[in-house]
T-cell receptor, first 116, second 111 residues
């Protein structure tokens, strides 16, 4: 079946502009995560959606970052007034959270953001 | 939040040797212990996982061992091959909060 998809795959923008990154999770997956990965670095948690619960936004680095998940499916990560330090690969992942507890995260291919 | 540490940060082995990566965590409520492999330029993918009611799990050349009392779990790769070269991440999970990934271990298998 279809995996997690993200768009765009690459985004080049100018400093100060806003960008929107999109994630389509696997159908039926209730949990959705956004991460940021700078070159050669680890995975930095940004935000976590689980079902109808309020999202865990504890990883968002500043108020320029926001995310929403509509209808429990597609999610959009928005970065306002982009800065050069926002340049990174933004990864989305989804998982099936059930009565059995947490499970494998399936990652999308990522969006490579470059802020000039 | 969860404190996750991974060691070593880099590991170089000769083809055919074994490799062991250790992950320590702080949240005793963690009950799911996965290892992800990320090859250069690709997305992370699960290679093996274990739940808290099991002490060891093996899948061909890879295995994961869990010590809940000491709060650590380890990835074991035997008979390493060049295609095992990648960055490996642990991510202990409680299922109730956002994940903290380990900082990663870069494994290089020398042919």
């Amino acid at each position: 079946g279809a995996g997690v998809s993200q768009s765009p795959s690459n985004k080049v923008t100018e400093k100060g502009k806003d960008v929107e990154l999109r994630c389509d999770p696997i159908s039926g997956h209730t949990a959705l995560y956004w991460y940021r990965q700078s070159l050669g670095q680890g995975l930095e948690f940004l935000i976590y959606f689980q079902g109808n619960s309020a999202p865990d936004k504890s990883g968002l680095p500043s108020d320029r970052f926001s995310a929403e998940r509509t209808g429990g499916s597609v999610s959009t990560l928005t970065i306002q007034r982009t800065q050069q330090e926002d340049s990174a690969v933004y990864l989305c992942a989804s998982s099936l959270m059930s009565g059995g507890g947490p499970s494998e995260q399936f990652f999308g291919p990522g969006t490579r953001l470059t802020v000039l | 939040g969860e404190n996750v540490e991974q060691h070593p940060s880099t590991l170089s082995v000769q083809e055919g040797d074994s490799a062991v990566i250790k992950c320590t965590y702080s949240d005793s409520a963690s009950n799911y212990f996965p290892w992800y492999k990320q090859e250069l330029g690709k997305r992370p993918q699960l290679i093996i996982d274990i739940r808290s009611n099991v002490g060891e799990k093996k899948d061909q050349r890879i295995a994961v061992t869990l010590n809940k009392t000491a709060k650590h779990f380890s990835l074991h790769i035997t008979e390493t091959q060049p295609e095992d070269s990648a960055v490996y991440f642990c991510a202990p999970d409680t299922g109730r909060r956002a994940l903290t990934f380990g900082s990663g271990t870069r494994l290089q298998v020398q042919p």
